[in-house]
Nanobody, 126 residues
Framework: QVQLVESGGGLVQAGDSLRLSCAAS????????MGWFRQAPGKEREFVAT????????DYADSVKGRFTISRDNAKNTVYLQMNSLKPEDTAVYYC???????????????????WGQGTQVTVSS
C-alpha cells in the first residue's frame, strides 16, 4: 500500500511559477516510478510528466515540454513538478501517481499506475 499526498497548488497569474510536491508513504520509494497527471473540469485525466525510479529518465507531454520539470528526491520519498511560465490552460487538478516495481519507468497511461493521490488544485488566471 502506498499513500500519496500532493501539495503546492494554488492560484497564480499567467507567467508565474509553482512547484508541486508529492510525498509518498512507503519504504520502497526508490523502486517506484512516478508520474504527474492533471484533469480539468469536463475533460479526461491527461498525462503531464513521468520519472523513472532512479530519476535518470523523464518524459513530458508536448504541452508542458520546456516549461515543466519533474524531479525526485528518494531520500525524502518525494517527487516534484516545477511549473514555469504557467498558462490559463494549465488550470486543473494535478495528481501524482505511483507505478510499482518491477516496472522501472513510468508511462503516459493512467491505467499503468497503481496508486494515486487526492490531487491539488492549480488555477492560472489570465
Amino acid at each position: 500500500q502506498v499513500q500519496l499526498v500532493e501539495s503546492g497548488g494554488g492560484l497564480v497569474q499567467a507567467g508565474d511559477s509553482l512547484r508541486l510536491s508529492c510525498a509518498a508513504s512507503t519504504r520502497t520509494f526508490s523502486e517506484i516510478a512516478m508520474g504527474w497527471f492533471r484533469q480539468a473540469p469536463g475533460k479526461e485525466r491527461e498525462f503531464v510528466a513521468t520519472i523513472s525510479r532512479t530519476g535518470k529518465s523523464t518524459d513530458y507531454a508536448d504541452s508542458v515540454k520546456g516549461r515543466f520539470t519533474i524531479s525526485r528526491d528518494n531520500a525524502k520519498n518525494t517527487v516534484y513538478l516545477q511549473m514555469n511560465s504557467l498558462k490559463p490552460e494549465d488550470t486543473a487538478v494535478y495528481y501524482c501517481a505511483a507505478r510499482l516495481a518491477p516496472r522501472v519507468a513510468g508511462t503516459s497511461l493512467p491505467s499503468d499506475y497503481d496508486y494515486w493521490g487526492q490531487g491539488t488544485q492549480v488555477t492560472v488566471s489570465s
